[in-house]
């Protein structure tokens, strides 16, 4: 059977799942930062391959504008940490728990 | 030849780019070994010293004039350096992270032989197209491994696990991230100009409207040419100057600044493990002389005696011809870069940091904008 | 004293002054050194180096115009030594007597480690009897670690004899002359 | 089957095993470790792209995510000098429901994807080169919009980061 846009999609939403995972499992908050990078790689892919087999760039420039987007955000991201890091001398989730009721 | 006709295509474009693959990778590393002996005799030069000139091979040494000028030219010294390396006792200290301790001498070897893939390095010998991966997007996948090559530094100083290496790594990767910026910069106005990502093309555009650093060659004079020469000078110059900060090269060569952090990230390193970071370097400043030899001095060509045009069948002489001369040219910019470091201080790292980010980048935006404004206003 | 430090002009920021500056010596150390061949380096085992007055190489001692040691183990250098290269065995009650008149004793073993030395002289400068000396010997080798202590009959043989330079005389006149100073004026 | 194909499988293997061990690696709980291998992911990503006729975005992830992105993510964790992650006391509840939860909704999206019937071509010709990608972006007009407002986008975070990063606010 071809490769076609399913085999991608599936690719994509398994490491999109992968992402969640971390997101949920792991306790650092760099590393957590890093599943959701995961995560927008995935939509990169299902976008990449939604527009190579719909015949239409529309798709790519959505990515091109992601990555432009998540460059600013983990610029932001990681400055928010280091603020944090610097604050509470930790960057393990469960130190920063002052939301907490 | 008759065989080699006999096969598929498919077949015959695998067996030539094995084959350049392994003459390029050869005759760089090669090189390599020659760059550090040729470091050393200019270094000596410009000091008033004469340079190595020790090692004598028994035969070769016994030949009445040429044993001996070969080893007053100290020509067997990287052969003897090689030998060393690999038989020297491999130290791992005892604190180091041995995982990113093995592999930060690997990544930092490898970004530098991809770049030179999509290098064209000549123009044609028989059918075959004198550049192993032809590229569309060629300068775009060359500044993505040129960015990847930041890990090996990074990584180096990571594993060494220790107050000087950590330093040096942390210094080396944020003057190579910003300088990056810079040297992309720099280069868009020669897209601008010739309109085409191909290395390839860029050689070709070159050839007929002249070199991009100074197009006074071959096209005649047009108004166009004329306002485009301060913007081939600048977008150089900052290349230039790019080109010596991502290298590490003096004066910009905080990673390993000795008399400050031992030396920098590679100081846990010995042995064929130090040679590899060594080689690495080489290796970059060879794939930063070749990106400015194709971007800005025109790549193989040379806009006399007819050689700026590719070879009609039958006269590899001509291909030969022109491999030559960008070895030429590469080995030129490689000189200057030896000279450079014996002629300047090094930086101190604010005046590094502001230079890159307060000075290049901004003329480089600039640059741009002026570069596309003159192409604009000419009506291209 | 301040020295004003100007601030750079415009131009001068530019970098480009120093870098024409470099370039200009660079380019004319180069040149020479390539044309007219006169490096400065030394060839040195097939030039013979030339050892200027005054320079301090190894330490050895030495014997008199009579050929008799010299040191009458008093151990200063053993003392004064920074590196603690010099190890001195005093004869000891029992031991032999010098072999010169004008001395009660002489070492019974004097050693000095050569890869300890840091050839700084305070040895010579220090001994009373002017019985050490730094000759001008640069490149001491051996095969092992043991070579490498040379002994009082090693020591003896390669710093010959000397007859003296009479450092305490010259230190006396010096003395002298330094009393009589005020006197002169 | 064609060598594309082959390239896929290979491709999507190293992407999805990367990313396994980006998340959850049995070897070692070190932050660089998971920054290292997040790298690999996104490289065999690029080479996803590449199959996909995607090469600018395919560089651009490189240049981007690889080269300046996660080169970030190093240097802070090297600036925070993260030690190894202990291991805490585990949270069996949150780590089953969580668990349970992903593989849900990874049952849902490949139900939704393989049994739903997806429009495509089936000899798709689309190439996303540079220019292919600049005219789409620069002549169109219905991009220019977005790209002027990223590129604000970007000044702000630069100034936003600038700020937060100072020693300490005014």
Known sequence: MNVGLEHYLTVSAMLFCLGLLGVILRRNVLVIYMSLELMLNAANLALVAFSRFNENLTGQMMVFFIITVAAAEVAVGLALIVALYRKRQSAHVEDLTSLKL | MAWLDSLSPQTQFVFFTLLKIGCVLGLLLTLVAYAVLAERKVSALIQDRVGPNRVNLPLIGSIPFLGQFLTKLGFWHPLVDGVKSFIKEDFTPGHVRKIYFWLAPAISLVPAFLVIAVIPFGSTLGAQKMVIADLNVGILYTFGIVSLGVYGVVLAGYAANS?????????????????????????????????????????????????????????????????????GLVSFVIFFISALAETNRLPFDMAESESELVSGYHTEYSSMKFGMFFIGEYANMFAGAAMMTTLFFGGWTLPFFGLDVAPVAGEWWKGLLHIGIFMGKMLGFMFTFMWIRWMLPRFRYDQLMDLGWRRMIPLALANIILTAGVLALTNR | MIVK????????????????????????????????????????????????????????????????????????????????????????????????????????????????????????????????????????????????????????????????????????????????????? | MALPDILFYLFAFLTLLFGVLVVANPFSRNPVTSAMFLVLTICAMAGLFVLLNAFFLAAVQILVYAGAVMVLFLFVIMLLDLKEEQRRKINLFGIVTGTGAVLGLGFLLTRTIWGGDLEQAANPRVIGDTKALGLELFTKGQFLLPFEIVSVLLLVAMVGVILLSKKELK
């Open chain 2, 163 to 231: 107050k000087f290496p950590f330093l040096g790594g942390i210094r080396a990767s944020a003057q190579m991230i910003s300088y990056e910026i810079a040297m992309g910069m720099s280069v868009i106005p020669v897209f601008l100009v010739v309109g085409h990502l191909n290395l390839g093309k860029i050689i070709e555009h070159q050839a007929q409207n002249g070199w991009n650093v100074l197009p006074i060659f071959g096209g005649g004079f047009s108004a166009q040419t004329l306002l485009l020469v301060p913007c």
């Open chain 3, 5 to 185: 430090r100007n601030a750079l002009t415009w131009f001068e920021r530019l970098y480009l002054p120093a870098i024409i500056g470099g370039l200009k010596v660079t380019t004319r150390h180069f040149l020479n050194t390539l044309t007219t061949k006169t490096p400065v380096t030394q060839q040195y085992p097939e030039e013979p180096t030339r050892v200027l007055p005054g320079y301090r190489g190894a330490p050895y001692l030495v014997r008199d115009q009579d050929g008799a040691t010299k040191c009458v183990s008093c151990q200063l250098c053993e003392f004064v030594c920074p590196p603690k290269a010099i190890r001195i065995t005093p004869p000891g009650p029992t031991g032999k007597p010098a072999d010169r008149t004008n001395a009660e004793k002489m070492p019974e073993e004097f050693e000095i480690n050569m890869l300890r030395c840091i050839f700084c002289g305070l040895c010579q400068e220090v001994c009373p009897e002017e019985a050490i000396f730094l000759k001008s010997d640069f490149s001491l080798t051996g095969l092992a670690r043991s070579e490498m202590i040379y002994d009082k009959d090693k020591l003896l043989a390669l710093g010959g004899t000397h007859p003296g330079i009479q450092k305490w005389k010259h230190k006396l006149d010096e003395a002298k002359e330094q009393e009589t100073f005020p006197v002169k004026v």
